[in-house]
């Protein structure tokens, strides 16, 4: 899960972060289940999956995976993106990346009674081995791994970062492309929101 693209395009909202981040573990309606803001930070991971899903840069990728991976192409494309969010992580963001890890950790760790109990249980894997490792090929693939072993049906996602190795180059520059409209997207999404609750 791309947990590193979705928590950089939070904006400065510790709210819309800690949504952001949970949105994966989060079905179904909303209702009132969490506070206003967080709310919010969970109805833009589903707005940015849905703008990636449209996104003609971001199908591009999805194709060139080989289809034996079906469905799933669409996961590996998140993964192999925020792989590339590490290895190019000063274009994106000023802050050094050990410290932006240390600081969103530190919010979400400040309300982790928000987060469903699933992924309360697995933060400290994600900052502390899963996402420090994105920058190499290698933790994408113990990522994968991971992955595959969580997921109950049988799945070919085990080993699939050799189609980040076969088509890296073709998939980074999808990537570049894509990343600066889905940004726009989810800046505009947040200003759109910020006025309506004023």
Not at 13 to 28: E, H, P, R, S
Not at 89 to 115: D, H, K, T
Request: charged share 25%.
């Amino acid at each position: 899960m791309n947990f590193l693209c979705h928590m950089l395009l939070s904006g400065a909202d510790d709210q819309i972060l800690i949504g952001n981040f949970m949105g994966d573990f989060v079905k179904g309606p909303l209702g009132d289940r969490f506070p206003e803001r967080i709310r919010r930070g969970v109805t833009l991971h589903r707005r940015i999956d849905s703008f990636a899903e449209r996104a003609e840069l971001f199908q591009r990728s999805r194709l060139r995976i080989d289809p034996h991976f079906g469905l799933y192409r669409g996961v590996l494309i998140d993964l192999f993106y925020d792989h590339f969010l590490v290895r190019g992580w000063s274009e994106w963001s000023p802050e050094p990346f050990e410290r932006y890890l240390a600081r969103n950790r530190a919010i979400i760790e400040g309300q982790l009674s928000e987060l469903p109990e699933r992924l309360q249980a697995l933060v400290p894997t994600i900052f502390e081995e899963l996402l420090p490792s994105y920058g190499e090929v290698s933790g994408i693939g113990t990522a994968l791994e991971r992955m595959s072993r969580r997921v109950i049906r049988a799945n070919p996602l085990a080993g699939g970062e050799t189609e980040l190795l076969r088509h890296y180059h073709e998939l980074q520059a999808d990537f570049r492309g894509f990343m600066p409209l889905v940004r726009t997207f989810a800046e505009e999404f947040i200003a759109g929101e910020s006025r309506h609750l004023e």
